[in-house]
């Protein structure tokens, strides 16, 4: 990594981000990083914008619900990281992510009225979510193909690592070995499993969902290919990395409890920092 070279991690909401969150918090010292706030993250947003330049030099990551763009306000150089998803299967998890916890905004209205996953998709309008991230458009905007075009070019030009939720620990390896973690424990964190496969949703569900996020089905192809393109090119230490990271994973339940713990704190500590 260059000298005194910031990380930006866009997290995508619903692809694999909390696992990525806590593993950054073990490598990096808590007071040099900056964490929107992911339930006020409009207010955590415009506070880490209005920071003096002084204090942002000091963070060597920035991480969080947060749109394209921050690296144009920095004194440092820095570069990008993020996780996308499958759109459709992201679509599907927003909504029994948010069907099942209750400190969701939504979810005594989503279980009051009982929506289904058609109701969350016309509804709510929360159409290709990755693509207005990756571009830093305004979010309550419709996405369009400048859109779309926008992404696509900033995930080739200012990105490090693009991942995928699908192949996260291929993903993990390519940042192990761009920045130099060391990962030395590895655990998953905010699972939901209670959703529907693909296979379980009629076919007029799952193509309602690909129109309605036609070009986060677009901007996932482009993504897809710059991660395998990487991949392949770093192939042998890639596959050393996910064995690596397949060791490390913790399957003691006591270890995976003090574990827990530990990245709660963790968390807790860099969140209050970060609101100052």
């Not at 990594?1 to 073990?26: C, D, Y």
């Not at 506070?47 to 990551?61: A, C, D, I």
């Not at 289904?116 to 159409?127: A, M, N, P, V, Y």
């Not at 209670?194 to 799952?206: A, E, I, Q």
Request: aromatic share 14%; hydrophobic share 40%; proline share 4%.
């Amino acid at each position: 990594m260059a000298a005194q070279e910031s990380v930006i991690f866009i997290h995508v909401p619903k692809a694999a981000g909390t696992t990525l969150n806590r593993l950054i918090e073990w490598e990096y010292p808590l007071l040099e990083i900056y964490s929107v706030d992911p339930y006020f993250f409009r207010w955590s947003s415009a506070h880490l914008w209005r920071l003096p330049k002084r204090r942002l030099k000091r963070f060597r990551v920035f991480k969080g619900h947060m749109m394209f763009g921050l690296h144009e306000i920095l004194p440092q150089p820095a570069t990008y990281i993020t996780i996308l998803r499958d759109p459709v299967d992201r679509v599907m998890f927003a909504l029994y992510f948010m069907r099942g916890y209750k400190l969701h905004p939504l979810y005594w209205k989503c279980r009051r009225e009982r929506w289904t996953l058609e109701d969350f998709i016309t509804r709510l309008r929360r159409d290709n979510v990755q693509c207005k991230f990756i571009a830093g458009a305004v979010y309550e905007e419709p996405c369009t193909t400048e859109i779309c075009e926008r992404a696509k070019e900033n995930l080739v030009r200012y990105f490090s690592v693009v991942g995928l939720l699908e192949r996260f620990e291929e993903s993990l390896a390519l940042m192990k070995l761009r920045f130099g973690w060391m990962l030395k424990n590895y655990s998953s964190f905010n699972v939901t499993r209670t959703r529907p496969n693909k296979r379980d949703l009629p076919k007029s569900t799952l193509d309602l969902i690909a129109e309605r996020n036609r070009f986060d089905i677009e901007l996932y192809q482009c993504a897809a290919k710059l991660f395998q393109d990487a991949v392949s090119k770093n192939a042998g230490e890639v596959s050393r990395i996910v064995r690596e990271l397949e060791a490390a994973r913790i399957q003691d339940p006591l270890r995976s409890a003090l574990f827990w713990i530990g990245a709660a704190t963790r968390k807790a500590i860099n969140r209050a920092y970060s609101a100052l």
